[in-house]
């Protein structure tokens, strides 16, 4: 599951109510010092991709 983090306490560049969504920031904080100033979210997940279309081609029927 990937998670986004909302900034509770301002630390380093970040100021509070800033969020955290790059996966490498968020590991980085996580993994760090600062995990105390910050909220973990689950991150929306991405949709996904449609299927490709399939177009039919259609011939002029002969008489």
């Known amino acids: 599951m990937k998670y986004h983090l ?3 306490h301002e630390f380093g ?3 509070k109510g800033q969020r955290i969504t790059d ?12 995990h ?6 689950a991150a929306p ?3 996904e991709p449609a ?3 399939v177009h039919a081609e259609v ?3 002969e008489a």
């Open 45 to 47: 997940e991405e949709p």
């Open 36 to 41: 105390t100033h910050v909220v973990k979210t």
């Open 6 to 8: 909302t900034v509770v």
């Open 51 to 53: 299927p490709p279309e």
């Open 23 to 34: 996966p490498d920031e968020v590991a980085s904080v996580l993994d760090g010092h600062n």
């Open 13 to 15: 560049n970040y100021n």
């Open 59 to 61: 011939h002029d029927s």
